[in-house]
């Protein structure tokens, strides 16, 4: 056994449900904890004491691969005991709505539930009813923190500060709470957010957010540190927002002939999954030398894993189901 980082306090909440209440030390002193669990990961012994006795349930209501899975290993790694809650086995599909599943999980006595759910707020509304602390993995197209968390911590390891940075926030802005997420964070960092979209993928309300707006590519790209790209979320689509996939990826997605525009050394990102050859061409997308793509899945565990430490920080000062 690793022993852990001492216990400070670093959250004010007992919850983690978007970016946005976050302050510029609560993100810094999360980075940082995330950075003795990437040494951790490295090593041959990944685990730790750090939950252990504690109880973790992930409620998953829309599909999910990396994020599902790094909560598991992240939980797992701690030393708490990790459920998988599959909404399509559970009650859920019998019409049970998402109060009543979460009440009786409740009753379970979890210390942290991690919940994805196709409704943004739907985080928020559990926090205010359930005793455990609540992580939101996503709701709807408001905010996905940990994403943005990550996210930060890969370009913070390959950069070494935000102030200055220039990001490039390309594709389905609309839809996306990865965007949301990283815009809010990016901005309160110090960096500049550009947002690259055809119109009728972005906010009505996108230049209130304090970034620059491009629809042109071409134009949006030139001397950007970091491009960052987005599905598209056709899943939360009604009715077409581009014409075809085809027509998308000639003026939206990301070759390394559009890539030469941005500054000479500018790293691609994507959070995933990705849709190869409509957002992003697998040329750059496997391209090691620009790519950061499977860092991000590696700072994805280290950052969930600062993420349930510092919340369980809180439990264990409440002396709310202390060990
Ligand atoms: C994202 C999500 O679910 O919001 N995926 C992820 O968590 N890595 C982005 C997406 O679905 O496109």
């Given amino acids: ?80 005991d990790v459920m998988n809650m599959s909404v399509k086995t559970s009650s859920v599909s019998k019409g049970e709505t998402l109060i009543d599943t979460a009440t009786t999980l409740n009753a379970m006595r979890p210390d942290l539930l991690v919940v994805r759910h196709q409704d943004s707020g739907a985080a928020e509304l559990l926090s205010r009813k359930l005793d455990c602390c609540v992580i939101n993995a996503g709701d709807g197209s408001h905010e996905h923190p940990t994403q ?25 802005v609309l839809h996306s709470r990865v965007a949301r997420s990283n815009i809010h964070l990016l901005l309160k960092m110090g960096a500049r957010v550009r947002l690259i979209a055809p119109r009728t993928l ?62 000479p050394g500018a790293f691609v990102m994507h959070p995933g999954p990705m849709n190869r050859g409509v957002e992003i061409d697998s040329a750059v997308a496997d391209d090691i030398e620009v790519s950061l793509i499977q860092e991000q899945v590696e700072m994805g565990v280290a950052i969930r894993m600062a993420v349930l430490d510092a919340l369980s920080r809180g439990l264990a000062k409440e002396g709310r189901n202390a060990p």
Wanted: hydrophobic fraction near 45%; glycine fraction near 8%; charged fraction near 25%.
């Fill in 202 to 263: 972005l906010p009505a309300d996108a230049d209130r957010f304090g970034v620059e707006i491009f629809h042109d590519m071409k134009k949006g790209l030139q001397g950007v540190d970091i491009v960052m790209m987005l599905r598209l979320q056709l899943e939360r689509m009604s009715g077409a927002f581009v014409p075809s996939t085809r027509e998308y990826f000639h003026f939206y997605g990301l070759d390394h002939e559009k890539l030469k525009l941005a500054k």
């Fill in 148 to 172: 943005a968390l990550l996210d930060a911590l890969t370009i913070r390891r390959r950069r070494g500060a935000f102030q200055g940075l220039v990001v490039a926030i390309c594709g389905d």
């Fill in 1 to 80: 056994m690793t022993s852990a980082a001492p216990a400070e306090t670093i959250l004010k909440s007992s919850h983690l449900l978007g970016i946005e209440q976050l302050s510029v030390p609560e993100i810094t002193a999360l980075l940082d904890l995330a950075e003795t669990y990437v040494a951790l990961n490295r090593g041959a012994d990944k685990k730790t004491a750090t939950l252990r006795g504690r109880t973790l349930i992930n409620l998953f209501f829309e599909a999910s691969t990396r994020t599902q899975s790094s909560f598991e290993l992240a939980g797992k790694r701690l030393g708490a």
